[in-house]
């Protein structure tokens, strides 16, 4: 597989990069022209401090934020989110007057859980979640009506990147989006070029990297 990325510096900070691959890739809801090597930023502190700054910068302060809800792997953005946060002065309504930062658990039939000891972060509270990457958009749909569930109102969502600009009205605060990435381009399986063309697929990929097809 071809690993020679292309480096895209974000606007608001050039020191927050962006590695990208094109070629035909199957996500799990969509068919993408890039991949994103987005793991420098999710495990290296600098990066990640780097780009938890970045899109602190994108909310208000009066932007009342209680919990992050990390998924793909952003508990270290999450980590350096909460302390820009908080040391911005973001309103927190919970009793500790601090910034949980969570996971969820999907068990093995795909379902996305919050244990009982978890709640507490959730119930009557303020929720940030925090993303990899959105594409269609399902997958944060489906970690939003999860929160939810648990009593959480949703006062923000970020990533990385997102190739949609909201979802249930709420607006997607990112780093990169679709103009950042004009080659990119989304399709349903069905409705997909490449595959129409007969050009192979060459991985299958997500926030957490990719797995070449051979």
Known sequence: MNTDYQKIPAKQNPNVQLMILPGHFVTSHSHVTTYMEITNMKTRCNEA??????????YSIDT???????IDGTEVIGTYLAEVLMRSGFLSYNA??????????LTASGQIIFRDNMVGALKNKHVLLLLGSITTGNSVDSIARSVSYYGAKISGICSIFSAIDEINDVPIVSAFRLD???EYGSY????????AQGIKIDAIVNSFGYSELN
């Open 49 to 58: 401090s780097g780009l938890a700054t970045l899109l602190a910068q994108r």
């Open 64 to 70: 009342p934020v209680d919990t992050i809800v990390c």
């Open 96 to 105: 500790h007057r601090t910034i949980y930062v969570i996971s969820p658990e």
């Open 180 to 182: 950042d990435i004009p």
């Open 188 to 195: 349903k399986p069905t409705e997909c070029p490449l595959c």
